[in-house]
DNA sequence: TAGATTGTTAATCGATTAACAATC
DNA sequence: TAGATTGTTAATCGATTAACAATC
């Protein structure tokens, strides 16, 4: 239980989805279910679960209540996380009305622009606050992760700032790679490189 | 050179990368170079292009016109690839206006909505086509990729239609997982997933 | 020749999986 | 008891990396 490996971690959403789909009336699923929802092989899944220091029951399976709760708890989302949108284009306006993201323990608590004319307009519930006040913002504690969806070229920059400020960690969908430090969490996602990964393949 | 590793393409593109953006007046780059951009190990980089079939010169580098070329004729973009978005809302409309793409050898050929009033509507220089005519335009070779940016309720049945047309691959942006049959080269992009497994290191 | 850098080997590391005893 | 399914071991597979001879 010290720490997972990556590929655990990353198979973690993928149990979780299946336990939120499974019927009320479902207690218990097995690792084979586990196994087919999330793509992998059932003796992974009673790895990654026993990695996870969780206890199923020989012979019944895994409980859904309990190992849904378990699995928030190792990723974080026990309680809700607070996240902030950078940039309001059409990229971040799909990005914070996504209900799903609330669904499953996020709350989108900001959209910042730079476009003056566009302070204080609703996306969702919450209005649209100017890119300056991100720094405080994240100072403060308004938020704890923020997705990037500003244009390439002031992607660093915004990065730059958001780190300075504190931020705990960054997904990046702006179209342009950015820098941080050793130790600052960051995913980044990238349409091309995607799309050149699949053309491989296809 | 009989099939690349996985991890060897998803690092391809990293590496062309570099080699797009280095000064007209260089002519080679070093293995060194090319892992500090990829964020990889240099002994990975020339494993990476020894598996490719590409050599270096010793004591020199890699030839960075030859390796591009290489690259980009083995990720399969030589010529240019024809790519559709299915969904014209927020997140379609922010993908199709993406002008990396372009530069990056993919063509957005076409953009297709369900809503009536928006047929027609132009997003950069490409008109908005109704949904139903999807299935035709791929079969009739319009486009080889397609990129789904539609509600979670119909991103299935759009895959289906558009695999049952003969699509090559398939990334999905819409907030729900799509099934495929096997030998159909999808990849998924979740914003949920994303901030979960980030949520865990930060 | 001296310095730089490749190409490849061998070692290591990390992740997956088959198999099966344990046990509900 | 019989059937199901976990938990874990050992084997295997896949990927990374250090090291260094080859050679420009």
Redesign the pocket.
């Known amino acids: 239980m010290t720490e997972l ?4 971690v ?2 973690l959403p993928r149990y979780l989805r299946l336990l939120d789909s499974v019927r009320e009336s479902q207690a ?8 087919v929802a999330a793509g ?11 990695d996870l220091g ?9 409980s859904v209540a309990d190992l849904r709760q378990r699995i928030r708890k190792e990723l974080g989302i026990e309680g809700r996380r607070k996240v902030a949108i950078i940039g309001a284009g059409n990229l971040g306006t799909a990005l914070a009305r996504y209900s799903g993201l609330s669904q499953r323990g996020f709350d989108v608590v900001a959209v910042y622009d730079v476009d003056p004319d566009r302070i204080g307009e609703k996306i969702g519930d919450v209005a649209i606050t100017k890119m300056e006040s991100a720094h405080s913002d994240c100072l403060g504690g308004l938020f704890d992760m923020a997705i990037l969806a500003v244009p390439a070229g002031s992607a660093q920059q915004v990065a730059d700032e958001l780190i300075d400020a504190g931020v705990s960690s960054i997904l990046n969908f702006a179209p342009a790679r950015v820098r941080v430090p050793d130790g600052v969490p960051v995913r980044q996602v990238d349409l091309s490189t995607e799309l050149q990964i699949l053309s491989y393949y296809g």
């Open positions: 490996s990556k590929a655990t990353a198979r218990t699923v097995s690792s084979e279910e586990l196994a992998v092989n059932a003796a992974n899944v009673r790895r990654d679960l026993s969780f206890q199923g029951t020989r012979g019944v399976g895994y």
